[in-house]
């Protein structure tokens, strides 16, 4: 079973704290996408990762790719109330390049 | 970035009746677009993956009879929930695949509210 798990489930955290989110499997991804979303709209894709050990960064948001591919992690400085919301790790594996899964998601608040 | 639309994004309709949702992507060509359905606090369950021109994929434990999909062209998808019931009440999104771009991605619709009486 390819499934992607992701921790912790939820994070209330103050305003101006860092945290990191998790996003784990046992298989292989050619490619792990990050999306963010807000109650009632769809996911908003923030970041793809496609090469191992890849960091990419998105203003206070960081992004890591593991070396071997299975894992990803996303960080955020100084979280701010826009931060809140849902964070849903997606990734193709590589023996399924048609059908995208997704983690069971990461629900943030940051507290003013 | 890439614009999917959904239409409607808020639906109330009475058991038995059907319902079709639309899903276009606005600025690419889509050969293949995807249907969730997302429950409250949860993550996305995929029900199907639609190509143009050709049948739909199912997965298991989605009824194809029940929910119908038409991939009639680049831009368009269709899901239509038929026969309605109030356990079909949930949040359903559509995404878009991208092939253009050197990595592959999918965009997302804002998503409909189905809510069934």
């Known amino acids: 079973t390819q499934l992607l798990e992701q921790s912790p489930q939820f994070l209330s955290i103050q305003e101006g704290e860092n945290l990191t989110v998790y996003c784990n499997s046992s298989?292989?991804?050619?490619?792990l996408q990050w999306y963010r979303q807000e109650p009632g709209e769809g996911p908003v894709l923030l970041v793809t990762?496609?090469?191992?050990?890849e960091v990419k960064k998105l203003k206070r948001l960081t992004f890591q790719f593991g070396d071997a591919r299975k894992d990803s992690s996303l960080h955020i400085t100084a979280a701010q109330p826009g931060d809140t919301g849902l964070y849903l790790c997606?990734?193709?594996?590589?023996?399924?390049?048609?059908?995208?899964?997704f983690g069971p998601g990461t629900s943030l608040s940051v507290i003013p | 970035g890439a614009v999917v639309s959904q239409h409607p994004s808020r639906v109330i309709c009475k058991s038995g009746t059907s319902v079709k949702i639309e899903c276009r992507s606005l600025?690419?060509?889509?050969?293949?677009m995807f249907w969730y359905r997302q429950f409250p606090k949860k993550s996305l369950m995929l029900m199907a993956t639609?190509?143009?021109?050709?049948?739909?994929?199912?997965e298991q434990g989605v009824e194809k009879d029940k929910f119908l999909i038409n991939h009639a062209s680049l831009t368009l998808s269709t899901l239509t929930v038929t026969s309605a019931h109030p356990e079909d009440s949930s949040f359903y999104i559509c995404?878009?695949?991208?092939?253009?771009?050197?990595?592959?991605?999918?965009?997302f619709g804002p998503g409909t509210r189905l809510t069934v009486l």
């Open positions: 995404s878009a695949r991208d092939g253009s771009k050197e990595v592959d991605t999918q965009y």
């Open positions: 298989s292989v991804f050619s490619s």
């Open positions: 990762v496609v090469t191992g050990g």
């Open positions: 639609s190509n143009e021109g050709s049948k739909a994929t199912y």
């Open positions: 997606a990734g193709a594996p590589k023996t399924s390049y048609d059908k995208v899964i």
């Open positions: 600025d690419f060509q889509a050969t293949t």
